[in-house]
């Protein structure tokens, strides 16, 4: 992935950290990751590695909101805060858990329609406060398979005229023929959908048998992409995009191999989905 930038306006301060460009940082980075993916129960024990990065003084620079899967906080999503951090984004980024914070209720959770909508709302109430309090500050969401679906629900419930930055579903647990027109309207720089065909126990087999997010016995966009490509006017005349990023064997380079949790690697998510966002905040066309 690349990303071309030309910047106009105010440049915003990023974190500190630096994103681990080359050599052996890069590539324990990348592994490091992986074993994120067995012991991501211990998502809550280690909060402390991103509480940092959540405190409300950061909020003037910008809110990013991760939305994790049907599991919960955990490593996962925590290793997309850091992967964020990495690329330099600013502003406050954070877990928000939309979930009961009971792991083993992970299908309850797929399946609890209620929750999805009062959970929606909710968020998209974050969402209102902070677009009013800070007008000029970006607002980005990030949302991992049933947190990737549920970001569109939250776009749906945000209130005209309240829009967010950009909008990111990685592996979504959302049908692949999911009307996005409501959603595409409250974004700005447009809603990007990672995908990868290598995920086919999680959003393609595991959907197909216990539905997706929205209630389909699908193969979801996730795995395959959205089927249609649609665009929805801002009022301001601008046109919201929908961009399909699938797997290639490039993003193995990247730390992603492919299945469910290679999108949720820190190394992946620094230079692709980080590097994507930051183009965002600068005014830039980025391109995939």
């Known amino acids: 992935m690349t990303a071309s930038t030309t910047v106009s306006g105010h440049r915003r301060h990023a974190p500190p950290a630096q994103p681990p460009r080359s050599g052996w940082k890069r590539v324990f980075t990348g592994l490091g990751s992986l074993l994120s993916v067995p012991l991501h129960p211990l998502g809550r024990l280690g909060r402390r590695r991103i509480a940092a990065y959540r405190v409300d003084t950061r909020r003037s620079e910008g809110l990013t909101l991760v939305l994790p899967g049907i599991e919960g906080e955990s490593l996962l999503n925590h290793d997309i805060v850091l992967g964020l951090v990495d690329a330099g984004l600013p502003g406050a980024i954070e877990v928000d858990d939309w979930t009961s914070g009971w792991m083993a209720l992970g299908l309850w959770h797929l399946w609890d329609r209620r929750r999805h909508q009062r959970e929606a709302r909710r968020i998209a109430e974050r969402i209102t406060r902070q677009y009013h309090e800070f007008p000029d500050a970006p607002i980005h969401l990030v949302g991992h398979s049933g947190g990737g679906a549920l970001v569109v629900l939250v776009l749906e419930n945000l209130p005209d005229p309240v829009r967010v930055t950009t909008a990111i579903l990685l592996n979504a647990a959302l049908s692949r023929r999911y009307d996005l027109t409501r959603a595409l309207a409250r974004v700005d720089r447009g809603l990007w959908n990672f995908s990868a065909i290598g995920d086919w126990f999680f959003v393609t087999l595991g959907t197909l048998v216990c539905r997706s997010l929205d209630g389909v016995h699908s193969v979801c966009a996730g795995a ?43 190394l992946f998510i620094a230079e692709c989905v980080g590097a994507l966002l930051m183009a965002g905040n600068r005014h830039s066309s980025p391109t995939l």
């Open 224 to 266: 395959w992409g959205f089927e249609s490509n649609p665009s929805a006017a801002s009022p301001q005349g601008a046109s919201a995009q929908l961009h399909e990023h699938r797997w290639t064997w490039r993003d193995l380079a990247h730390g992603h191999a492919g299945g469910h949790f290679g999108c949720t690697n820190r």
